[in-house]
């Protein structure tokens, strides 16, 4: 499950930045350019961009066309592009030539080499540290496609103690995401915790230095390091003191803080925060991230169960949803009915499913809600029922559990109803109008912080002239030429009377 949310959200990170102003919208023509010309175009940008200080340049434009050739790069275009774009001296140089001559190894074992097209721009030599980590991401994401963790695991190592040597702000992009694959590349060797105190240090480094990116991104690969190995106290420890910037920077890092700030709260019993955070991820989540939105469904689906509330039956019919759903679409059947005999049938059919997913410890806090559902039911069925027969009917073992189980579901307001323990039978209450509850308005309450929650954060994403309050030096030049035109005019009328 954990892979998949990395997996299906790293190739949408590009289309985040969309407001990466108007050097990120991609011309037509280069999307036609073969993968050796697209690559000379890219360091082209790069070092436009780097001689700018335009960040969002690399965010914006680079990474989305780099996104759209990543597919159709070979070892033999990454080897030519590596040894033009960067000096015979560049630290990572060799081991990038290394890596991936092991790599054209192991392909040609497998497959014919593609033909490539034929190129017409030669990559410049370029020796800014940008493109020393440009041709290490795209050398990365290589190796991490073709699951040659190993390779990548030696590669980001490597990488990331070459960055450490530099502060500059437009490394901070590429730098997040290399930190991003240092992590994913230890997840698939299972050495992840190996590298949680160097992921603790980054994170401090990048606060020191006002690094939004790299904030961003070590915050969440932190936050997925502790619920890796279900230290689910420690993430929330952590999540509580780091710092994070105001505004995001990356949509899909967002998405993903969000999701795992719900399985946080989901475990901490605190389901009403988790079922905001969940639902935020899953509306905020791009559609090409299949596997992110069915992680975070599944969870949300949980959640809302455990609050009482049952999803409807569009939200597994969605599609690319239906299938991966199927074990929690009969898990809420169960709940529904309020059939403990069907519950745990779903349960020990779908168990593998469950503990793959890391959600077998809210599967079993679901049990009293099925007892309440059923109860519920059996309340609304009959105005008055034996505990014999409640027990029957909900599959109890005894009838003492049964009466134990009515009255806390009577103390906790689930039913509304009276037990007489002399003949042991429960009797119902008739059923009163719901709009002299306040039931009604609890709801209207919930839409209108919706509502007001979506319009602070539209407020919070807007973005603002950093130098809007300070005043411009145009307007009173321009008010002197005018205020001296209105002077020379009157005098020359003047001189003009008789």
């Not at 029922?385 to 409640?390: E, G, H, K, Q």
């Not at 002399?422 to 309450?445: C, G, L, N, R, W």
């Amino acid at each position: 499950m954990a892979k998949a949310v990395d997996e299906e959200m790293k190739d949408a990170e590009p289309a985040s930045t969309s407001n990466a102003g108007t050097d990120a919208a991609a011309p037509e023509p280069e999307s036609r350019l073969s993968p050796t010309d697209q690559l000379a175009v890219n360091l082209a940008v790069l070092e436009k961009a780097v001689s700018l200080k335009e960040t969002r340049m690399i965010s914006g434009r680079l990474l989305r066309q780099t996104a759209l050739i990543r597919h159709q790069l070979t070892p033999q275009i990454l080897s030519d592009f590596v040894t033009k774009a960067l000096p015979e001296d560049a630290t990572m140089g060799p081991l990038l030539l290394k890596q991936l001559k092991q790599a054209a190894s192991s392909a040609m074992d497998t497959q014919d080499a593609p033909k490539e097209a034929t190129s017409q721009t030669a990559a410049s030599t370029s020796s800014l540290p940008e493109a020393e980590a440009y041709a290490t991401l795209i050398v990365t994401q290589y190796l991490v496609d073709n699951k040659l963790c190993s390779e990548a695991k030696e590669v980001t190592t490597a990488a990331v103690q070459r960055l450490s040597e530099y502060n500059r702000r437009t490394l901070d992009t590429l730098a997040a995401r290399i930190y991003f694959y240092y992590s994913w590349s230890y997840e698939c060797c299972n050495s992840l915790s190996e590298i949680r105190s160097r992921l603790l240090a980054l994170h401090r480094t990048s606060v020191l230095r006002h690094d939004e990116y790299g904030q961003e991104t070590l915050v969440n690969l932190l936050l997925r390091n502790y619920l890796h190995y279900n230290l689910y106290d420690q993430a929330e420890k952590f999540r509580a003191k780091a710092q994070r910037p105001e505004q995001s920077r990356s949509h899909t890092q967002y998405c993903r803080y969000l999701f795992y700030l719900g399985r946080i709260k989901a475990i901490q019993l605190e389901y009403t925060d988790a079922r905001d955070y969940l639902q935020q991820a899953a509306r905020k989540a791009p559609n090409s991230a299949l596997g992110f939105r069915v992680t975070v469904s599944k969870w949300l689906i949980l959640v809302r169960l455990l609050l009482g509330e049952i999803p409807e039956h569009q939200d597994f019919t969605q599609p690319g949803l239906r299938q991966p759903l199927q074990a929690y679409y009969e898990l809420t059947q169960a709940v529904r009915g309020g059939d403990l005999t069907l519950f745990r049938r779903a349960a020990e059919t779908n168990h593998k499913v469950f503990a793959e997913d890391k959600v077998s410890n809210l599967i079993v806090r679901l049990r009293h809600n099925v007892i309440r559902a059923g109860l519920r039911r059996i309340s609304l069925a009959y105005s008055r029922i034996s505990l014999a027969d409640v027990a029957t009917k909900l599959g109890l073992p005894n009838v003492d559990d049964t009466e134990s189980i009515v009255a806390k579901a009577i103390r906790d307001g689930g039913i509304d109803a009276t037990i007489d323990h002399e003949h042991s039978y429960m009797s119902s209450k008739e059923v009163t109008d719901i709009y002299s509850t306040e039931e009604p308005q609890s709801a209207f309450h919930a839409r209108v912080a919706f509502c007001l929650d979506i319009h602070n954060e539209a407020v919070r994403a807007m973005r603002f002239d950093p130098a809007a309050h300070k005043p411009k030096d145009k307007l009173p030049t321009e008010r002197t030429m005018t205020d001296a035109e209105v002077a020379k005019a009157i005098e020359e009328a003047e001189s003009e009377e008789p």
